[in-house]
């Protein structure tokens, strides 16, 4: 007997992206039977709900249900969802995201194996256009130079690891260490498998279970995003100290060395040489990132997008860090 399934997804104005998941679901190796699937909406403005009855109505033998979420945050919207579903083992994903076919039933196979209290995949970073800066945004998102050690970004090997993309659990976990943290409006899925790897369980992470990820689209909403990663991730360090990772540490410690590198350099020549030094070695280091990307994609216009991405990438995310430092929430 397949486990029934339950796939809980947070949406918020995902009129163009909400069909792509649905189809995407509905051609599912697993079967229909046993999966419901429980979209809650933030009170989306841009014809998301109809999107989602107009699929539906082609789809009737599709069990899918949209409940409300007022509190109009990801973490409150998961939670909605949890309550209002009913399988035994619960698949978190996103509505700009299109699984693989074989996404629930792999992902439901490593959890009955026991590889991991929470089990995910890959992301397969595509641009959200087809233009220049959104192609080289999904090139940046995927580069180890903007990202790190974010396994689930770039990874070939399956491993244990320290927080996997959307993920899927069994229901009981939930008794154990409770639900959504619904104070941190970002790094809710990090703070969640932070109680899991405490509580003694393993994150799973499978190459063989993917996703395709559409990133922004654009610079301003790249910045608006990290910006918001970081400062929630300070929020959520401030409870869990020791899960500090050293791909997380480095863009805030670069932002602050130079603001104070620009601050002093006016006054002392040396100072002035660091500032000049550092700046140079980053941008080459940059820019051979982007020639790397333009001769492995073939597109000239990544030499100066991809470098262009990361800088906002690291620069918004320690930016936001260190802002979070001075404003943290209650």
Known sequence: MNPNVSIIVPCFNERTTIPLLLEALYNQTYPHSAVEVVISDGGSTDGTQAAIAEWHAQHVDFIIRVIENPAKSIPAALNAAIKASTGEIIVRLDAHSEPRQDYVERSVKALLDGRGQNVGGVWDIRPSSNTWIAKSIAAAASHPIGVGDAH??????????????????????????????????????????????????????????????YARANLKALIQQYWRYGFWKWQMLRRYPDTIRWRQALPPLFVTVLIILILLAPFFRLVLWALITLLSVYILVLLAAGLQMAIKKKGFFFILGVPMAIACMHYSWGAGFLWGIFHPQK
């Open 152 to 213: 689930y970004r770039h990874s070939a090997k399956p491993a244990v690891v320290d927080t996997v993309p959307f993920g899927a659990f069994e229901r009981k976990l939930l008794n154990q260490i409770g639900m959504f943290d619904e104070t941190l409006l970002t790094n809710e899925d990090y703070e969640f498998n932070t109680r899991i790897r405490q509580a003694g369980g393993e994150i799973w992470l499978d190459p063989d279970i993917r996703s395709v990820y």
